[in-house]
């Protein structure tokens, strides 16, 4: 299987994805392949942090680089939350932001693509039935855009991996007013984003299998792991995250997205690199994990995302979308718009331009 060597990492050190540096990322560029291609990105973030600004300008040079990104969607990443009121509606800010955006955008002054025309965000499921007062909030406060929430679980027995920002507890997705909060999303028309590690694929397919009438998309190829204590372990662990995939596949409710593996916990070196990736050494180390997907799930239940800015610390987002397009060559041309755009656009209800 093809693969660059894992990244070492002290054990001590503070979870974090690798810096972004326009200049490192300058040195190497490629003209888009197939620049027509319709492309719904269906997996990004916005946000305003210290020393790290991705909003509405740095999105549009990403998405503007030479792809045709006809629409995106939002997923939550803490951004903009209320700093006052009740703590359970605070992360309804974050919504009420975004859905800022898509208004903005929505006026075409920007181009034609519709940015955020789908919003993900987020709620504490474990507060049980009670949620429902806070997704009602989302659906108002989204506009006709909200179309699900993230619950982020994933955890693993290891400091080096988890993220001291999302610390749930073990077990989350199989706890009882976790579920009762899980539920209310179906009655509402609301879909599940799941981020979790490859460990944990398995609690994912049984949450799947008690709610078949839920729509959940798994993120990122279900995170596999290649650091702390699955580091040197990708040929040992891809046979376990394989059979995990496969067997989740057989929920006909849930989605993947076949993205998101620039992260640290993906273990690559591309970041320490004297020079950034080509699509061509992208698309050779990820292909066993696209492969699986696409082959366990079908195109019409894959889509592409480009998980930015969290990976833009590894590969610039036309190099990305470059690499997918190289992932993809063979497929059929209802396959290809499957996975670049109709897939998103359906499970995420998007209403895009004709």
Request: hydrophobic share 40%; proline share 8%.
């Amino acid at each position: 299987m093809t693969s660059t060597k894992p990244a070492s990492h002290p054990a001590a050190a503070v979870p974090a994805n690798p810096a972004v540096r326009p200049q490192w990322l300058a040195l190497h560029t490629e003209a888009a392949l197939e620049p027509a291609l319709p492309i719904v990105d269906p997996h990004h973030h916005l946000w305003d942090r210290p020393g790290w600004r991705y909003l509405l300008d740095e999105l549009l040079a990403d998405t503007n680089s030479g792809h045709n990104i006809v629409g995106t969607v939002f997923v939550q990443c803490r951004a903009f939350h209320r700093d006052r009121g009740p703590e359970e509606l605070r992360p309804v800010g974050e919504t009420e932001f975004v859905n800022g955006i898509a208004a903005m955008v929505a006026s075409g002054i920007y181009g034609p693509s519709r940015i955020c025309a789908g919003i993900v965000g987020t709620a504490d499921l474990r507060a049980g039935k009670s949620v429902r007062s806070v997704l009602e909030a989302h659906i108002v406060a989204g506009g006709g855009r909200f179309r699900g929430i993230r619950h982020i679980s994933a955890w693993v027995d290891d400091p080096e991996i988890v993220h001291p920002n999302y610390a749930p507890p073990p077990g989350m997705l199989g706890d009882a007013e976790f579920r009762n909060g899980f539920s209310q999303l179906a009655p509402l028309g609301l879909s599940f984003d799941a981020w979790l590690y490859h460990p944990q694929i398995d609690e994912l397919t049984a949450l799947a299998q008690a709610f078949p009438d839920t729509k959940i998309v798994l993120d990122h190829c279900g995170g596999p792991l290649a650091i702390g204590v699955h580091a040197g372990q990708r040929d040992a662990i891809f046979p376990k995250w394989q059979a995990s995939i496969r067997l989740l596949a057989k929920c006909p409710n849930v989605h993947v997205k076949t993205g998101g593996l620039g992260m640290r916990i993906n273990g690559y070196d591309f970041h320490e690199q004297a020079n950034p990736p080509g699509s061509a050494a992208l698309a050779a180390a990820w292909k066993p994990y696209i492969d699986t997907c696409i082959e366990a799930f079908g195109a019409s239940r894959c889509m592409f995302e480009s998980n930015f800015p969290v990976d833009k610390g590894s590969y610039s987002y036309s190099i990305y979308w470059n690499a997918c397009k190289r992932l993809a060559s063979g497929a059929s041309a209802t396959d290809k718009a499957d996975l670049f755009s109709r897939t998103a656009a359906r499970f995420y209800r998007l209403d895009l331009p004709a």
